[in-house]
């Protein structure tokens, strides 16, 4: 089938590429019109014709797996992707955020982005079930407190602290999922 040649068909098929990529967007941690645009570039190089030797027949069905392979692609290259910051040079000729005009504070948008990386944080811990919140609030704390004083101030074991903070971090990993950018490479707390 040649969706190419059937404008009608890629008409029918734009409010569905736009549904699909706006729910998948927030997880891959792009855009919602450039996962669109990854869909349509990706049906192009196939000359318009279905990859999907399995059922050609079925445009909405390739549709929905072109938006979920783009958005893993999205996601993969995300975890590979090292930023570079050509503004802040160091000593050591490390890159530095915050390093520019002579070591003083960092940029605007940069003070800018932490706040609101800052405020979503915490508004997620807010949401949190159960004594999460509680918990997490005091692990974040600058009072920097051991887990014998996290333990002490909350009234739980202190052998406990370990596994409730896993769990806890799962659940808020979970909810900052669609509201993040992708996440990068993480140790044990998989």
Known sequence: MDLLKDPDLVNE????????AAAEAPGAGVDAADLEQAVWVRLLEGHGRTPDAADPAE??????????????????LARREVAYDHRHPSADGQRRPGAAHGGGAAEPEDALLHGEEKRALRSAVARLP??????????????????????????????????????????????????VAAPGLRGKER
Request: net charge positive; glycine share 10%; proline share 7%.
């Open 13 to 20: 098929l734009g409010p569905l590429l736009s549904a699909e």
């Open 59 to 76: 445009p909405a069905r390739w549709l929905r797996r072109a938006v979920r392979a783009e958005a893993r692609l999205a996601r993969r």
């Open 130 to 179: 159960g004594r999460c919140p509680e918990l997490m609030k005091a692990l974040l704390s600058p009072r920097d407190l051991t887990y014998r004083e996290i333990a002490g101030e909350l009234g739980i074991s202190q052998g406990s602290l370990g596994p409730v903070r896993s769990r806890c971090l799962g659940c808020l990993r979970r909810m900052l999922a669609a509201e």
